[in-house]
């Protein structure tokens, strides 16, 4: 075997139901799905079998890394989640991702990626350590380590106890426990794997935790090279620099106290500026709190109630972001409907759910929740308390299905795209998210079309938080770069002017298919690498003659880091191979197609938030044939075509699908 750069060489594989462990070699996945999701997805490919659901044993768990983590290349602190999601409705191969620097730290113990299957018979948590993995009893005080029942903040505080402080923990709370399917993975004290619910995949494996310790290091093909790229790399954060070299704006401004500090993930140039806020006192329990806060959040009427919620929230191992905009808003509107009036939480206490004076159509129009409603609503979701809290435990598009006859199931209508268990996010169609306006929108539609997730924490971010802020006009507002700039950007890196012009709706439908392809793709990479969508991919910049960011940037730190010198064109196919095979997953798995692309559609057609403008299901549908026609798509039924698998390395998956029919 050829010697390895970037890649440690080892995956290592855990059999929880044979409590075996083996490793299999990273060669042979490498370069061709670079690591991280692509490696995900190949080994979906070959052993996930159609027929599994997210509960049975044979689901996989895939916490997986890539050829950058650990290095100095910025966002490389992140780790890729991916199996058969709980939190999906129905269930199927998704992916989620978590910052920090657990994935650092798997790095330097010696593997590129973690692969689960199986349950144990009696809860246990996995030690990885410096090339070694032992699979050892999760409720043993005697041994020091009985966490099962514990929180996420207990169980990391234990592991290290036990292993050392430098240890990094994933691990599930007692709502992975319980196999909640909102339950996320959870480490540290801010970064989770939220969507999905693969902190009740985790559970119901019995998996309680992986606790991580290694004294290693990556080894890069060109140390020197990776350096001054990572050195020279864009320091414009999320927003641009003014005109006339001003700093690019920061959420959250200056910390007040020394309770406060800003913190990031691994070795990142661009701090989130998430605030991490500690010792904040709680206002329902008594205790101090320390928990990140990031761009979810509940709305309370003061901070600490806030924080107190979101350290309970990260503590039970719970998806925040389904609660604040989803269950929250949706028991208020069951309220407004005659539903429901009080969460009753047994010995936790009753509360009245709170309502505004208004009809409930956005997530801007929902009611403030105190810190007492928190206080009961989040323990009740987490242990399953009663019939409410059994049921939203789930989420609420599965809740809806059991509670109040069936009722509460329209009410979905403006939050969920096609009930499929995640919330609208920068679709403009429900509220989360940031503004963006028609026709940009378009571009996340489409994307939420053909995804099998939320896609703004990879691909859609890219375009709205990186591209949209730079255009001359977009919505209200206005943007550093005139149209000449913009325009001759666009063309350059997209290969279609008209992507920054808000003139052309549906009759130009390039100008929204060609950047949502383009930065599916890209994410596909950035999920591969392991990267952050933060950082990449930049498309503009104040700091260049020309307003052009390197788009190839990526593409320089695979090849320094890696020894395989690859263009950005060539990475760029990397990326396709990647979505087309994760397509490929789900119309083998789990019988996708255009048909199930366009209820999504249909599911969108509520007015945008930003400009009350309606999704024109008539015009849509030739978008969305030519979006199909550019993936190399069959736009009658969503199935890849032969020659396109074919000429992205995939002869074999287009082979299985023609066996199956199911091929463009």
């Not at 950082?535 to 020309?546: G, I, K, Q």
Request: net charge negative; aromatic share 10%; hydrophobic share 40%.
């Amino acid at each position: 075997m050829a010697e390895l750069y970037g890649w440690t060489g080892k995956i290592l594989r855990v059999d929880l139901s044979a409590r075996k462990t083996w490793t299999m070699d990273t060669a042979a996945y490498v370069p061709e799905f670079i690591g991280g999701m692509g490696i995900a997805a190949r080994i979906a490919w070959e052993e996930l079998k159609p027929g599994v659901d997210a509960f049975d044993p044979e689901n996989m768990l895939f916490i997986m890394v890539g050829p950058l983590t650990g290095t100095l290349a910025s966002g490389g602190g992140r780790v890729l989640v991916a199996g058969i999601a709980p939190q999906q409705k129905p269930s199927i191969f998704s992916r989620s991702g978590m910052g920090g620097h657990w994935g650092a730290e798997l790095k330097y113990a010696g593997f590129d990626g973690v692969v689960i299957v199986g349950k144990a018979d009696s809860p246990v948590y996995l030690w990885v350590h410096d090339g070694e993995a032992e699979i050892l009893p999760a409720n043993d005080a005697a041994k020091g380590a009985d966490i099962w029942g514990t929180g996420t903040y207990a169980t990391t505080a234990t592991l290290r106890n036990l292993y050392g402080p430098k240890t990094r923990v994933v691990s599930c709370g007692q709502a992975g426990e319980r196999s909640a399917r909102i339950a996320c993975l959870q480490t540290e004290t801010g970064n989770a794997a939220g969507q999905g619910g693969f902190g009740a995949l985790m559970g119901s494996k019995n998996l309680k935790a992986i606790a991580v310790r290694g004294t290693g290091g990556v080894r890069v093909a060109d140390p020197e090279g990776l350096m001054r790229i990572c050195l020279s790399a864009s320091r414009e954060g999320q927003s641009p620099w003014l005109p006339g070299g001003g700093g690019p704006g920061r959420r959250g401004g200056e910390a007040q106290d020394g309770s406060i500090r800003f913190h990031k993930c691994g070795f990142c140039i661009t701090p989130c500026m998430n605030r991490l806020h500690m010792g904040v006192p709680g206002e329902y329990l008594t205790g101090n709190y320390t928990a990140s806060q990031q761009c979810w959040g509940y709305k309370t009427p003061s901070l600490n109630a806030h924080i107190e919620a979101r350290a309970m929230t990260a503590d039970y191992g719970l998806n925040g972001w389904e609660i604040s905009y989803g269950i929250i808003p949706w028991l208020q509107m069951c309220k407004q409907h005659g539903l429901i009036d009080r969460i009753d939480g047994g010995p936790l206490g009753s509360v009245d759910i709170p309502v505004p004076d208004h009809e409930v159509q956005y997530n801007r129009d929902t009611a403030p929740v105190s810190a007492e409603f928190l206080g009961v609503l989040l323990p009740m979701i987490a242990f399953r308390k009663g019939e409410l809290g059994d049921a939203l435990a789930d989420g609420a598009c599965y809740a809806a299905d059991r509670l109040f006859g069936g009722q509460g199931k329209p009410l979905l209508n403006h939050i969920y795209p096609r009930h499929w268990g995640q919330t609208s996010h920068w679709n403009g169609h429900w509220g989360t998210g940031g503004n963006v306006y028609f026709p940009f929108w378009l571009v996340p539609v489409l994307q939420w079309c053909v995804d099998t997730r939320d896609p703004a924490s990879d691909a859609t971010h890219q375009f709205t938080e990186h591209v949209l802020r730079y255009f001359p006009k977009h919505g209200p507002h206005e943007g550093p770069l005139t149209m000449e700039e913009a325009r001759q950007v666009c063309e350059k890196v997209y290969g279609c002017a008209d992507v920054c012009d808000p003139t052309p709706t549906y009759d130009k439908p390039d100008a929204r298919a060609i950047p949502a392809i383009f930065h599916h793709d890209r994410a596909m990479i950035v999920e591969s690498l392991v990267l952050c969508d933060r950082e990449n991919t930049r498309v503009f910049s104040m700091l260049t003659e020309d307003k052009a960011a390197d788009t190839a940037l990526m593409s320089k730190l695979f090849s320094k880091a890696t020894g395989y010198e690859t263009s950005e064109k060539e990475l760029d196919l990397a990326g396709a191979r990647v979505f087309n095979l994760l397509r490929a997953i789900d119309i083998r798995n789990f019988g996708r197609s255009r048909r199930d692309d366009w209820a999504v559609a249909e599911s969108l057609t509520h007015p945008a938030f930003t400009d009350y403008v309606e999704l024109d299901l008539e015009q849509f549908a030739p978008m969305l044939d030519r979006y199909y026609e550019l993936r190399g798509w069959n736009p009658a039924n969503g199935y890849p075509t032969r020659a396109k698998l074919e000429s992205l390395g995939l002869k074999d998956v287009a082979d299985k699908l023609a066996k199956l029919g199911k091929l463009g």
